[in-house]
């Protein structure tokens, strides 16, 4: 073993306590930058939300999407400080990054048509969750709307998955956006004299409140008629539907009651 002169080991120290000193510091320094980094980008995201959810339009999703954009910002502004701690130069790696998201964006450019369009339809909300909408040849219950699609259900209870940019590059029709004039109707039930009006009109009644598409508000309305027949009645029943399907409805009722009326009608 050849022998070690111990001030050639001395004057290598020397020379290489300066580098070992400026890259101890340099690590800590980016430890540093790392830790504040991290703590702001979180504390960027809390102060964007509770900022936002000062403002009643925005929606929670999209709080939430700001406040992540804002985060993963200052979180890349924390790696290239960290970075340039080592001297590495950050302005060819920003190109580079720029080069490498302008090929990922040109090849979801689709993707990201929805998302821009999903963050429109949240700012501006042309519609809600649970207006019944049409768009294109879709009609359907709006459901769910996220950054990227909108859900929708039809009336036979089928789902349907529309991409956002379809959503807001075209007309859109909402139907529950203004208030819709209720239809009036009315139903005629005629019953002998000698029937128990008390059941027979409970029975009409309970058939007009039950109907899911009779409205609340007006309440149904009974009335008591004559008709030219001797010896009988018409309960008369004034109700409202939100779309104009009174026919049908008027027809539901007729089935309903019909059977009923029979049990508290006298037979001759």
């Given at each position: 073993?050849?022998?070690?002169?111990?001030s050639?080991?001395?004057?290598?120290?020397?020379t290489?306590?300066?580098l070992?000193?400026?890259n101890?510091?340099?690590?800590?320094?980016?430890?540093?930058?790392?830790?504040?980094?991290l703590?702001?980008?979180?504390?960027?995201?809390?102060?964007?939300?509770r900022?936002?959810?000062k403002t009643?339009?925005?929606d929670?999703m999209?709080?939430?999407f700001?406040?992540?954009?804002v985060?993963?910002?200052v979180?890349t502004v924390?790696?290239?400080?960290?970075?340039?701690?080592?001297?590495?130069?950050?302005?060819?790696?920003?190109?580079v990054?720029?080069?490498?998201?302008?090929a990922v964006g040109?090849?979801?450019?689709?993707?990201?048509?929805?998302?821009?369009a999903?963050?429109?339809?949240?700012?501006?909300r042309?519609f809600?969750?649970?207006?019944?909408?049409?768009v294109?040849?879709?009609?359907?219950?709006?459901?769910?709307?996220?950054?990227f699609?909108?859900?929708?259900?039809?009336?036979?209870k089928?789902?349907?998955?529309?991409?956002?940019?379809?959503?807001w590059?075209?007309p859109l029709r909402n139907?529950s956006?203004?208030?819709?004039t209720?239809?009036?109707?009315?139903?005629r039930?005629?019953?002998?004299?000698?029937?128990?009006?008390?059941?027979?009109?409970?029975?009409?009644?309970?058939?007009?409140?039950?109907?899911?598409?009779?409205?609340?508000?007006?309440?149904p309305?009974?009335?008591?008629?004559?008709?030219?027949?001797?010896?009988?009645l018409?309960?008369?029943?004034?109700?409202?539907?939100?779309?104009?399907?009174?026919?049908?409805?008027?027809s539901?009722?007729?089935?309903?009651?019909?059977?009923?009326?029979?049990?508290?009608?006298?037979?001759?």
């Open positions: 073993m050849p022998d070690v002169n111990p050639d080991l001395y004057a290598r120290f020397q290489l306590l300066p070992i000193v400026s101890a510091l340099n690590v800590l320094g980016a430890i540093v930058i790392l830790i504040i980094g703590w702001l980008s979180g504390r960027c995201h809390t102060w964007v939300v900022a936002l959810s009643p339009q925005f929670a999209l709080k939430s700001f406040g992540s954009l985060r993963y910002l979180l924390t790696v290239l400080a960290v970075l340039s701690q080592f001297g590495i130069q950050t302005t060819s790696l920003v190109a990054l720029g080069a490498a998201g302008l040109l090849a979801l450019q689709g993707t990201l048509s929805n998302l821009a999903g963050v429109m339809l949240l700012i501006f042309p809600r969750i649970g207006h019944k909408v049409q294109g040849g879709i009609i359907g219950t709006v459901k769910e709307l996220s950054l699609w909108t859900e929708l259900v039809t009336d036979d089928v789902q349907v998955i529309v991409p956002n940019s379809g959503v590059g075209q139907f956006h203004y208030p819709v209720s239809h009036a109707g009315e139903a039930f005629r019953v002998p004299e000698a029937t128990d009006l008390a059941a027979a009109t409970g029975i009409v009644l309970g058939a007009a409140e039950a109907h899911p598409r009779v409205l609340k508000d007006p309440a309305t009974l009335l008591l008629d004559r008709t030219t027949t001797e010896n009988a018409e309960i008369v029943l004034g109700f409202s539907v939100a779309e104009d399907e009174v026919p049908k409805v008027k539901d009722l007729y089935r309903t009651v019909h059977d009923q009326l029979a049990k508290v009608t006298p037979t001759a």
